[in-house]
């Protein structure tokens, strides 16, 4: 099954479209790192452009809720995903040999 292509807002497309070949050899650690950073960008930008609102340089209240929106989704994706890894490694080490 070939999931390239396959992107959400905490993967911009084209980012982290790595083929199953490819992300066996750049390990889960930097997928993993480059998913935080992107995310860490996002909420980066979020807070820019929601600074720039309040001092009047961006006009767009529309721009600057979807940027926002945009951030929270992605932190809670990031979340979710972290939850879920410390959930398997407890799973993991619960297990008997």
């Given amino acids: ?15 982290f479209s790595h083929s ?3 992300t066996a050899e750049t390990g889960f650690a930097t997928v993993l ?3 935080v950073e992107a995310v860490n960008h996002q ?5 820019t452009t929601a600074r720039d609102f309040v001092v009047g340089r961006a006009q767009s209240v529309h721009d600057t809720m979807l940027a926002l929106e945009k951030a929270d989704i992605s932190l809670r ?3 979710q995903v972290r939850n879920k ?7 993991i080490m619960r297990m008997q040999l």
């Fill in 1 to 15: 099954m070939d999931i390239t292509g396959i992107h959400t807002p905490a993967m911009p497309q084209g980012k």
């Fill in 85 to 91: 890894a410390v959930e398997a490694y407890q799973e």
């Fill in 43 to 47: 909420v980066q930008d979020a807070d």
């Fill in 77 to 79: 994706l990031l979340t």
């Fill in 20 to 22: 199953a070949k490819d």
């Fill in 33 to 35: 790192r480059e998913a």
